[in-house]
């Protein structure tokens, strides 16, 4: 997959479309852990019956973006292509997490005290890419008082996985012993948020507390886990099995690099897929898809993952953003970036 500066590699497919002014937004008011009512138009979702007849598990729509002319500058939905987040102080670079070159991160802190973290996995297809592709719209959360870090980990077809879960999850650990030791950064309150391959990396991170753990890494400190508070995944595939139902170059390509198969089995697919993994205890999720995404697609990769994980999280703990006329391409022009902080700010806990 090809490298970006963005939120995700690029495609050929259209842009977006603009979305003009909603009506009133209709509001679920059960408690919630994280509440969709403060985002406008956010609707609770309930899927189609199952087999059985019995309705599935709702979850959170989030609708497209209104213009940022509907609204003042500083309050809009969408943020202007020209956009570059002000950092108050130049980023922690090459943060070693384990012993292993790639296993590197760079850290950029607000300035205030055990700030919440916001840990972005980069796009390439599981064997490119870095760590440098951390986009503007992630590092706007060091201007909200985050700390943003940005994490390489080892590649395919030298590694295959599960070592890139494993990997992020040492990196978590690293960062819940560094807040430990400065007091920088909350070991409690952190959100991982991936783009295309980092997507489903993050997904897998946060769906399987207990697997996927880096055996050679004692965990000195108590209370020091791989556990995190929310993810975030744009355009990342939530199963792999239904992605193969249908031609898919960069899946047949990608995919079996990084698992180390091809051709591949259901079993090997399901095996590393999120919707197939997922347990109690699951943190709050939002997934992003590009409507017209022929590479990861919202019709297999969408609606279907966002009922299985309300199924166990809760209805409001899932939240699906489909950017109709969106191609694998979102970024901070098309992505409702409102609600993306808005949830992340809830599931940390600052809302």
């Known amino acids: 997959m090809v490298a970006v500066a963005a939120a995700c590699s690029p495609d050929p497919g259209p842009g977006p479309t603009s979305a003009g002014a909603a009506a009133s937004p209709s509001i679920d008011t059960r408690p919630a852990v994280v509440d969709p009512s403060v985002v406008d138009n956010a609707t609770t979702t309930t899927a189609p019956p199952n087999d059985a007849g019995e309705p599935a598990p709702a979850f959170v729509t989030v609708p497209d973006p209104r213009p940022g002319d509907l609204r003042s ?22 943060f070693a997490y384990g012993p292993d070159p790639e296993q590197r991160l760079d850290l950029w802190l607000p300035g205030e005290p055990d700030a919440p973290v916001v840990l972005f996995i980069h796009p390439g297809g599981w064997g490119s890419g870095g760590r440098d592709l951390v986009p503007a719209m992630v590092l706007r959360f060091v201007e909200r008082g985050y700390a943003v870090a940005s994490v390489d980990y080892r590649g395919a077809p030298d590694a295959i996985f599960p070592a890139q879960v494993e990997d992020v999850k040492r990196a978590i650990r690293r960062l819940k012993e560094y807040g430990a030791d400065t007091g920088s950064v909350a070991a409690d309150r952190i959100v991982v948020y991936g783009a295309s391959s980092g997507g489903i990396l993050a997904s897998l991170v946060a769906a399987t507390p207990g697997r996927f753990e880096p055996v050679d890494d004692p965990v000195p400190q108590p209370g020091v886990d791989s556990t995190v508070a929310g993810v975030v995944s744009v355009v990342g595939p939530t199963d792999l099995v239904s992605l193969f139902d249908e031609p898919n170059p960069w899946a047949e390509g990608a995919i079996g690099i990084w698992l180390g ?91």
């Open 73 to 94: 500058a500083a309050d809009a939905d969408l943020l202007p292509a020209s956009y570059q987040p002000t950092l108050p102080n130049p980023p922690i670079v090459g």
């Open 261 to 351: 198969c091809g051709p591949c089995t259901d079993t090997q697919l399901g095996a590393a897929s999120p919707i197939d993994l997922l347990q109690p205890g699951l943190p709050p999720a939002y997934w992003a898809f590009g409507g017209l995404d022929a590479v990861v697609p919202a019709a297999t990769q969408g609606a279907t993952m966002a009922e299985a994980w309300a199924e166990v999280a809760g209805a409001d703990n899932s939240w699906l953003d489909v950017v109709d006329g969106a191609g694998h391409n979102l970024d901070h022009t098309v992505l409702n970036q409102r609600a993306i902080e808005d949830f992340v700010d809830r599931a940390v806990g600052r809302g």
